[in-house]
């Protein structure tokens, strides 16, 4: 018991040490910290979804830690729950991109955020204590219309490799 939490403690600084190099980036840095990978950029502009291709306003995006998931559910060999934590500044967009094998959530901790999704008629407007799922197949994307930052918690499944 004592090494299994020893263990997770050495993750958890590990990806905190890796997160203050940067090394954890999904896309370039000209627009910012990375926020969603470039691959689920490319697959909305692929299939032609209305938003912003590009990232404005992203404050942060600190890597808390992850959890690899094989020890638990050794079907899942390869991948890790990772949490996030999002700045978003007002007026700042998260760019419109397609899940694809990266289900999540993100939990709303302060402010409010409007997010634009293809499963929803009308804009959906994310207040502190809401929460957005995401699966394969949800094509969305986030503006913050208000003249406060957004603070957002993400957790999501992604490949061993993602930073």
């Known amino acids: 018991m004592y090494q299994q939490a020893w263990r997770r403690r050495v993750v958890v600084l590990f990806c905190l040490s890796l997160a203050s190099t940067g090394i954890f980036a999904h896309e370039g840095h000209e627009h910012g910290p990375a926020?969603?990978?470039?691959?689920?950029?490319?697959?909305?502009?692929?299939?032609?979804?209305?938003?912003?291709?590009?990232?404005?306003?992203?404050?942060?995006v600190t890597v808390i830690g992850g959890v690899t998931l094989a020890s638990e559910f050794p079907a899942l060999e390869g991948r890790q729950m990772r949490v996030r934590?999002?700045?978003?500044?007002?007026?700042?967009?998260?760019?419109?991109?397609?899940?694809?094998?990266?289900p999540g959530m993100a939990y709303i901790l302060e402010g409010e955020i409007v997010e634009h999704r293809n499963d929803h008629a009308e804009p959906?407007?994310?207040?502190?204590?809401?929460?957005?799922?995401?699966?394969?197949?949800?094509?969305?994307?986030?503006?913050?219309?208000?003249?406060?930052?957004?603070?957002?918690?993400?957790?999501?499944?992604?490949?061993?490799?993602?930073?």
């Open 85 to 102: 934590e999002l700045v978003i500044e007002p007026g700042g967009v998260v760019a419109v991109h397609q899940h694809d094998m990266r």
């Open 35 to 60: 926020v969603v990978p470039q691959a689920e950029r490319d697959l909305a502009a692929q299939k032609k979804v209305e938003g912003p291709t590009q990232n404005k306003g992203i404050k942060s």
């Open 124 to 163: 959906v407007v994310r207040k502190k204590g809401d929460a957005a799922f995401e699966k394969t197949g949800v094509t969305h994307w986030w503006e913050n219309k208000s003249t406060l930052p957004v603070r957002a918690l993400v957790v999501d499944i992604v490949p061993l490799e993602a930073k």
